[in-house]
């Protein structure tokens, strides 16, 4: 079983985008691939949205440090990093069992949470909402699997 975990800040609402979501982990289900996704918004997170950027950052980088384990291989996603094609994103998930992705609330990602993942990777140039870019990444863990187990969808 491969179990990928992704991690976001947002206020909590649920509407089309998780629907998709959760479309796109029951397709998921047929390799193996349990595709979870985890709101840590809290007060916390709430009240230090309130200050400034920087202490918003920080308060996203202590809830998502309370989340590493060791053996799971962490993605950062943020605008400002590498861009994969579907291919290379296929084999950045190849033959790991654990996969934690990082989504950061509205003030973003710290560099330093950034740079403490193995891998830091963007989705777009554009920058996307939370829901925007759970859909958009829950989409391609499809495809990649689609990619690993050589399914037609990918084509």
């Given at each position: 079983m491969i179990k990928i975990i992704v991690y976001y800040i947002?206020?909590?609402?649920?509407?089309l985008s998780d629907q998709l979501c959760e479309e796109f982990a029951?397709?998921?289900?047929?390799?193996?691939?349990?595709?979870?996704?985890?709101n840590?918004?809290?007060?916390?997170?709430?009240?230090?949205?309130?200050?400034?950027?920087?202490?918003?950052?920080?308060?996203y980088t202590k809830e998502f440090l309370k989340t590493f384990k060791p053996n799971q291989y962490r993605i950062a996603l943020s605008p400002n990093t590498k861009t994969l094609d579907s291919l290379e994103f296929a084999k950045?998930?190849?033959?790991?069992?654990?996969?934690?992705?990082?989504?950061?609330?509205?003030?973003?990602?710290?560099?330093?949470?950034?740079?403490?993942?193995h891998t830091q990777l963007s989705l777009s140039s554009?920058?996307?909402s939370h829901k925007?870019?759970?859909?958009?990444?829950?989409?391609?863990?499809?495809?990649?699997f689609c990619i690993i187990y050589n399914h037609p969808y990918h084509k």
């Open positions: 947002a206020k909590s609402q649920k509407d029951a397709l998921c289900g047929q390799f193996g691939v349990k595709l979870e996704f985890i840590l918004f809290c007060k916390a997170i709430s009240t230090s949205q309130k200050q400034e950027a920087e202490e918003a950052q920080k308060s950045t998930l190849q033959n790991r069992s654990h996969i934690a992705f990082f989504i950061g609330g509205a003030y973003g990602l710290e560099k330093s949470f950034i740079q403490s993942c554009l920058t996307f925007i870019a759970k859909v958009v990444l829950s989409e391609q863990i499809y495809r990649a």
